[in-house]
């Protein structure tokens, strides 16, 4: 009977010495990598200054503003990334370009010239050569021919003098929640388009605002949206495109936000905070903006969420104006236009 129950130690002692080498071993490789990403993160950080900027440390959240010229920028865009555990052993950072200017074709090839990099050099750190990347592909789409008009990436109206930005929500460090990444990464690229809903204009000394709409639950829908509207050329051809999204994450109880200004300072977080005073979900909201050549001075911002707040009652999102008053705009709802 001893015998048996010595044994029985014995081989329970076994199997605990047996897990904790293959925790050790695990633990060793995560910390190596954690190693790895921290000491990517701080090179980054040197090399870029004030260019490189962190979102959310403890979940790895790091963001990147890159410009065809550091003097006298002409093109520049927004690198968002997420860097999961197993960043850069086995799995690729998790990306998000945000540039209004930025669609159909070309943003496809700069996507794909990101990838194909990563395939290249799997198992290294990537951040950098794909910052150079991009880098080279502004300056390449700045010297092109077909380059985007410089009026896609300066303001229409005079910046800083007519709007409090004390009263603004300040969204420099928007946050993209953890689960963002399982939301990127498991959206199959076949993902069916959602449909798109169109509003009515609002027109004022020659400036033209239109919303469009569509009920959106994940990032990648968001982008399909996108590109289609930006396959519309009178849509393509707006001076601005502002907007806005909310996905819920139901599992995690939190929301997954982003906006894009496309030029129009500060508008994309204006609309972004309206949709969360609001209290709305699952959608994307984008507002065309086509300048008239006379400056509306603040007034843009008020066309701009009346335009929004509109359609968004117009398809049951917000179903009384009371509700939607609290964002402060004065516009009435639509005529013949019911919550559903």
């Not at 993160?41 to 890159?66: G, P």
């Not at 199959?188 to 449909?195: I, K, M, Q, W």
């Not at 008239?292 to 179903?319: M, S, V, W």
Request: net charge negative; hydrophobic share 35%.
């Amino acid at each position: 009977m001893m015998k048996k129950l010595f044994k029985l130690v014995n081989d329970v002692c076994l199997k605990v010495k047996e897990c904790k080498q293959v925790f050790c071993q695990g633990y060793t490789v995560h910390r190596s990598v954690c190693v790895l990403q921290m000491e990517e993160v701080e090179a980054l950080s040197s090399i870029y200054a004030e260019e490189w900027c962190v979102i959310d440390e403890a979940a790895r959240v790091f963001c990147i503003r890159v410009s065809d010229d550091s003097q006298r920028p002409r093109l520049t865009l927004c690198l968002q990334i997420i860097l999961p555990p197993d960043y850069p052993s086995s799995a690729p950072p998790v990306y998000q370009i945000n540039a209004g200017w930025l669609r159909g074709a070309d943003r496809i090839t700069l996507s794909n010239s990101l990838e194909e990099l990563y395939v290249e050099n799997a198992g290294e750190s990537i951040l950098y050569l794909w910052v150079e990347k991009i880098r080279e592909f502004l300056v390449e789409k700045s010297q092109s021919a077909d380059g985007p008009e410089m009026s896609k990436t300066v303001t229409t109206e005079e910046e800083g003098h007519d709007y409090d930005e004390d009263n603004l929500p300040d969204y420099s460090m928007l946050k993209l929640a953890n689960q963002s990444a399982q939301l990127l990464s498991s959206a199959s690229d076949d993902e069916e388009l959602p449909l798109i809903k169109h509003g009515e204009t609002i027109t004022d000394r020659r400036s033209t605002f239109q919303p469009h709409l569509a009920a959106v639950v994940t990032p990648k829908q968001v982008q399909r949206v996108l590109n289609h509207l930006y396959e519309n050329k009178k849509i393509a051809s707006a001076t601005h495109n502002i907007y806005a999204y909310r996905i819920y994450c139901e599992d995690k109880n939190s929301f997954l936000q982003d906006c894009e200004d496309d030029g129009e300072t500060a508008a994309g977080g204006r609309l972004l905070h309206l949709l969360q005073i609001l209290d709305v979900r699952n959608v994307l909201v984008v507002v065309s903006r086509w300048y008239g050549g006379i400056l509306l001075g603040p007034d843009r911002f008020k066309h701009i969420n009346n335009c929004a707040r509109n359609i968004l009652i117009q398809e049951g999102y917000t179903d009384t104006s009371e509700e939607a008053s609290k964002a402060g705009g004065k516009n009435k709802r639509p005529k013949g236009k019911k919550a559903k």
